[in-house]
């Protein structure tokens, strides 16, 4: 059997997963030496012999244990097609999960992930503000699922959290605890050694209490929730894995059991990744953490212009989080870096905003973030809109707030552009 643990190492070092993503989980001799994995278009793959394909689908339908090592043999892409397989192998390697399952959009990989472990009474408790989709499944879908739904507003953290609990103390059954941090798109960053702690504290023998964190905004480079507890991380791979603006997909990761399940629900939902854009995955995580790393060196750059603007009143930007800010002990024990997404509020209200966004020469006036370019955008009445006006500013989106994705551009080219469109307001 082939070995592609061994190849994560050299020696008694490990590499790190910015050198291996290039080759980890493919073998060039396998597909007449290609150096790049080809795109596996195919729907189906022939079985060998009826006794492979017998033993294939009693694995994929549990009808036995696996065998030590055993991996899924290839049936059909709706479950699994080697352009994804050698994707989800590479995902796992940045968080240190022991699976990843890739999907169709990170809304995929939301739903299959809650619906793989809430039942009919279970409770969910989400941290808020998240992203608008996500609220929106929350609040409308899953309760007509018989789901209870309850949140938390991510700034009040773990107090947040307990009192949110208390609300339904003795009539429920915790299952789901989904934090998203940091939060879309006010930058308040979520405790997860905290949430790890409650989840622990209210499982039980039969009923575990899963902590599932969206990492979409600072992962896989600059924050790790599996290493601080969490059991399942979530990516809209739309965003900065995707980096380019050109695919939407989503993935789940966590412990091999979890992610079987998790599986299982993908298979018969159908919301596998194609893979085709498994490729395009596969060649943007070649270049991820160059690209993060740059993003978050310019975003820096240009929140301190905003920050000394006449015309700003408030930038939230973690670059800007300093000892005795809220927010600033979990920056320090969860992140290794602040990314690049910038939110801040101009003097005034959505005439303000919207005259800031309209003026905009190079950067995009356009939702979604972590690609190669620009884009800004107004959370109170695009992504967000569906948070009610009365709400909104309870949990710091105002119609002055202005969210900005920092792409790759020259910084000095996004400052000049900013400041110009600053002007008009
Ligand atoms: C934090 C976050 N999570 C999840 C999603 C949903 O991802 P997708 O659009 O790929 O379905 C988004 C989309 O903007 C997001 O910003």
Known sequence: MWDKKAKRRIGDRDLTPESLMMSYGYRPDWSEGAVKAPIFATSTFAFQSAEH???????????????PGEEMGLIYSRLNNPSLEILEDRLTLWDGAESAAVFGSGMAAITTAALTFLRPGDLLVFSEPSYGGTEYLFHN????????????????????????????????????????????????????????????????????????????????????????????????????VGGHSDLIAGAVLGSASDLDLVKGTRTFFGNIADPFTGFLLMRSLETLKLRMIHEMESARKLADFLMEHPKVEKVSYLGHLREGDEGFDIFSRQCTGPGSMIAFYLHGGEAEAFRFLNSLKLIKLAVSLGGTESLAEHPGTMTHSDISKEEQPRIGITPAMVRISVGVEDPRDLMADVGQALEKV
């Open 141 to 240: 879908v899953l309760p007509q699922f018989g789901i209870r739904v309850e949140c938390f507003r991510s700034s009040k953290g773990e107090k947040g959290l307990r009192q949110a609990l208390e609300r339904h103390a003795g009539e429920h059954r915790l299952r789901m605890i989904y934090v998203e941090t940091p939060s879309n798109p006010t930058n308040d960053l979520v405790d997860i050694e905290a949430c790890a702690r409650v989840a622990r504290e209210y499982g039980t023998e039969d009923r575990r209490v899963v902590l599932a964190v969206d990492n979409t905004f600072l992962g896989p480079v600059f924050q790790h929730p599996l290493k601080h507890g969490a059991d399942l991380v979530i990516y809209s791979l739309t965003k900065y």
């Open 53 to 67: 394909g017998k033993a294939f689908f009693e694995q994929a339908y549990g009808l036995r244990d696996k065998e």
